[in-house]
């Protein structure tokens, strides 16, 4: 199979991921402006974000009936109302109105990140051949653009307002690429007299979850770290999250590679290893470029850990149960997702950024132990 006829087949889900990925970097990057548009501390920052995963997860929860209802315009409606969710940030300058437009952002997210993962495990079904790793690269790289584009922006003066609104529109022209002439994702609804899911769905997705609280904890609060932290221009501080997620981006191709090779529990432990030591590096660094190598290896071991977990959970259930414990897996993972950036906003405000980092370190030695109990169950 070559390249382009993977591009091809993954082209939809593959479109969500980037606008996704695109609308977060741009967030993150954006961080320090929002703070001083909010004139708020960091802790109440991250208290204030708490509205996104409470959002997200209830969407979640929502979404495989959204999907049988959407039918095959249930990634595009999904991923529209996402892009257009990240309009509303930039134009709130007070705390409560700012909380209300993340509630939509985490809900625009929450239901795309369910649709678009069950599609790409739908795809990998119907083709016999992995996609997740390629599509959470796509993430990756729209997730450097954003970042980098904003880097750029934000050089330039413009206002939180304006940033956002010029990359939710970019988004927006990406998402139009994920419809299908049959985008139907079978499998959403529960069969009648169908048994529960079982601990596979809720073990790989904790795994993700650890995965993806560290990975979008680093991505949020790595600009404020260089630039707080360590001193650093703007244009410094959003090249920690472009970095990281460049980085995670070649590495999930590479990874797209190792899936063929490399046992799922080595790819996991290895992965949480590799990202631990990054991320105490970020810990403790002195200067930016210290940093930058911290993110860097961080982003090479993080990179493989959620798509692998996602095929996993994908291969050890049922054909037919398949699309909901994608579904479910994805629930209790991207609440990781979430709640990382407020957690560590939290902790920052108690301990400082390099604390909160060596907790995000910490977190990761659970994957191994995770990925031995998920091995256990098939």
Known sequence: MTALTTLIRARAPLAAFGAMGVLWGTFAADVPDIQKMLDVPAQQLGLLLFATPMAAVTAMIFAPRFGVVAGRLALPIASMMMCFAFLLPGHVATPILFAASMLACGA????????????????????????????????SFGLAFGAIATGALRSMG???????????????????????????????????????????????????????????????WSALHIEHTLGGSPSAGAMGPAIMAITMGVARLFGQGLAHRMAPRVMLTGGAVISAIGVSIAAVSTTPNMAYAGFIIMGIGSSVIAPTAFSLVGQLVEPTAQARAIARATLFGYFGYFIGPPSIGFLAGMFGLRAAFVFAAVLLCAVPFLAASIMRRR
């Open 108 to 139: 625009g997210t929450g239901l795309t990140d369910v649709v678009m993962n069950a599609r790409v495990a739908a795809l990998e079904q119907k083709h016999a051949a992995p996609l997740m790793n390629l599509c959470h690269a796509g993430y």
């Open 158 to 220: 413009l206002p939180p307002s304006g940033v956002l609104g010029i990359m939710a529109v970019f988004a927006a022209a990406i998402a139009g690429l994920t419809f299908e002439a049959d985008g139907r994702i079978s499998g959403l609804a529960r069969p009648k007299g169908q048994a529960h899911l079982g601990w596979v769905p809720i073990v790989g997705g904790a795994i993700v979850m650890i995965a993806f609280m560290t990975e979008n904890a680093a991505e949020n």
